[in-house]
């Protein structure tokens, strides 16, 4: 085998040639060219060379540098602009009463009175009903309304009022136990009529 340490007088002088000497003759035992001390010098002091040419390198290569961060990506997207000849839309007119429209055209008109009375006066009676409706521009001759009370003098567990409007009625019902106020367009009675049973007469 061949030596692994060498002292350092091999680079020159006797003792390297010494070596190579010592190595050339090995060499040709073995049947290979014999090699100078010079031509050892070359090999292994030009090996390390290129050895610790690499190293450095590679550790220059390892070394960390300054890290260059990348610029934040932008957060505020583009702020939001009116569009031109944009429009508000117009606020809902109140119903009003359409003397030449239908019932149905007329039943937000209705409701809106009656809401009225209820919201001045949660006890309000039939006759509340009717002043408000009548004061609202409805006919009172095509009203009807039923008693606020029972024959025995008991209130009424509801009222109900009706208008005669284009050949159709507006009837609404009020009470306790009719679970607040409801209304609806019916079609009028054979009589004429819109509410069936005993109603109050509108005389005052």
Known sequence: MWPTTFAPEARGG??????GHRLGAAGNREGRRPTTGEEWHAATGGGA?????????VFAACTPRDAVMPPAPSTSGPEATPSVGATVPPASEP???????????N?????????????????????????ALIAAGFEKSAMQVTADATT?????????????FAGECLV???????????????????????LIGQTRPIDW
Request: glycine content about 12%.
């Open 14 to 19: 006797a003792s390297g040639r010494t070596v």
């Open 49 to 57: 060379a290129t050895i610790t040419v690499v190293s450095v390198l």
């Open 152 to 164: 025995i003098g008991d209130p009424a567990d509801s009222i109900q009022f009706s208008v005669r």
């Open 95 to 105: 119903p009003a009463l359409r003397p030449q429209g239908s019932a149905t055209d």
């Open 172 to 194: 609404g019902q009020y009470g306790p136990k009719s679970d607040g106020y409801h209304s609806a367009v019916r079609p009028a009675l054979g009589t004429g009529d819109c």
């Open 107 to 131: 039943l937000p008109y209705f409701d809106a009175i009656n809401r009225a009375a209820i919201a001045a006066d949660a006890g309000a009676g039939g006759r509340d009903f009717v002043d």
